[in-house]
């Protein structure tokens, strides 16, 4: 049984940084991909960064620039840092793994899911 789970969020002014890590545990193999998605109330969940076992990277046009997604040392560990927030980057923020490696931001192709971090940005 594959379990994700975030850690991180938080509350920050705009123009500030957050850092969000995730654990995807049970694996008896490397995640092959592992991605950044996030919620804003009333709003459909979206796609924010996404990286592969062998380190590719894909992110939304909205968080280039300001995010970064990164593989820690210890396997199917993944962290997102973000830098220059602005309110509209309020949401709840989750974190999805895949059974296989892809590049994609579509929330259908992401087999494992955590329950998600708030991270509130204000003005």
């Known amino acids: 049984q594959v379990q994700v789970v975030e850690s991180g969020g938080g509350s920050v002014q705009a123009g500030g940084s957050l850092r969000l890590s995730c654990v995807a545990s049970g694996y008896t193999y490397s995640a092959y991909s592992m991605a950044w998605f996030r919620q804003a109330p009333g709003k459909e969940r979206e796609g924010v960064a996404v990286?592969?076992?062998?380190?590719?990277?894909m992110y939304a046009d909205s968080v280039k620039g300001r995010f970064t997604i990164s593989k820690a040392s210890v396997q199917n560990t993944v962290s997102l840092q973000m830098n220059s927030l602005k309110p509209e980057d309020t949401a709840i923020y989750y974190c999805?793994?895949?059974?296989?490696?892809?590049?994609?931001?579509?929330?259908?192709?992401?087999?494992?899911w955590g329950p998600g971090t708030q991270v509130t940005v204000s003005s």
């Open positions: 999805a793994a895949a059974r296989w490696r892809l590049l994609t931001l579509l929330p259908g192709d992401f087999a494992y």
């Open positions: 990286i592969d076992r062998d380190g590719y990277t």
